[in-house]
């Protein structure tokens, strides 16, 4: 990992850049398989899915035997641990519930917000090196409790047609309503366009590779919202001198195990900090069974030692990170500063990891600095908010001259006269 000491704040900017990816043959790639799924279908999909998860698939939907036999392999702790997790992810998320309140702006004038949720919701769940049927409860259980009518899932299967089975779990606990063996751009494109046996949805979520990523991209322009752009994961950790190395080294090597291309970062007020978390990192990451992956992932990581707190949390907002972990003694004062992050563990013993799986907050989160401008998935992810608004006789003559006024100022006749005319109803 790279040290740097006291950095000079015009050199920030560079500091906080991630990993630069060649996007153009990945663009052109990406949109190719897109667009033959869209013409093709279910035969393209499974083409695809032969060619790249090397195998051959009769049906893509997944049966209900095959989630009767996912049940039985999973092993008791599992089952009891996805249980635990997505009683207190239902619980914080159920805590986002939205009640609009009427509100008379004037009188004779009444507007409210109802919370209606997405009809239909796509969620993508990667199943490669690490199969993270945590995020299956992360994404679908906001949608369970959102009330969304149409709840698919797409996932990879393995080279014997199944699906990894805690997958298959984690989506009966929490509700899924249908299940497709389907990855990479093949799912995103089956989805967002819909084909013979997968449903068309308005809204996909879901963290994937970068041609997951650029897949959702494209389909966002035109065909089918998504939860957010994002990229490899990363963390950023503030630290003191009072802070345990072993558990700040622990959380780098936790995120830079997710693949070659996420970002870890340290930043300290403490030399002696920085220099211990250096040597309890190597120390660590050899005994990590994903070593090699994390190791390559360090290359792309940071030590940054600052001159006071203050500084420190400055640069982390500058960094704008998926994950943030203060690690100080005054984390509850630091934490009032923070401005720019996805999610946020305060203290020694809130690990990222507590907030992947089983603390309650969602970790689909913004990655590659999209944290200065979006938040992660939460309730309101799966709903939109539509205004609502009556208009009495008493609200056209609180209002009605104002909005005549300001359609002609605006050269918008027809507007006012939508509206004079009921002035002029009045009258008679």
Known sequence: MKIIEYPEKSTWEDLVKRPHLDLEQLNETVHNVLADVKEHGDSAVRKYEEMFDKVKLDSLQVSDEEMAEARRSVSDDLYKSLVLAHSNIKKFHESQLFTGKKVETIDGVTCWQKSVPIQKVGLYIPGGTAPLFSTVLML??????????????????????????????????????????????????????????????????????????????????????????????????????????????????????????????????????????????????EKLPRREIAAKSLDYSKLILVHDSDEAMELANCYAPEHLIIATDNYDELAEKVVNAGSVFLGQYACESAGDYASGTNHTLPTHRYALAYNGVNLDSYCRKITFQYISEAGIRSIGDAVVTMAQNEHLDGHANAMKVRIDSLKK
Do not use: W
């Not at 991209?217 to 990229?231: E, F, K, R, Y």
């Open 140 to 285: 679908a259980t906001p949608a369970k409790i959102a009330g969304c009518p149409e709840i698919v899932l797409c996932t990879p299967p393995n080279r014997e047609g199944k699906v990894n089975p805690a997958i298959l779990v984690a989506a009966q606990i929490a509700g899924v309503h249908k299940i497709f063996k389907a990855g990479g751009v093949q799912a995103v494109g089956a989805m967002a366009y819909g084909t013979e046996s997968v449903p068309k949805v308005y809204k996909l979520f879901g963290p994937g590779n970068q041609y997951v990523m650029t897949a959702k991209q494209q389909v966002s322009l035109h065909d089918v919202a998504i939860d957010m752009p994002a990229g490899p994961s990363e963390v950023c950790v503030v630290a003191d001198g009072n802070a345990n190395p072993q558990f700040v080294a622990a959380d780098l090597l936790s995120q830079a195990e997710h693949g070659t291309d996420s970002q870890v970062m340290l930043i300290t007020t403490s030399e002696k900090t920085l220099l211990d978390v250096q040597k309890e990192v190597e120390v660590q990451l």
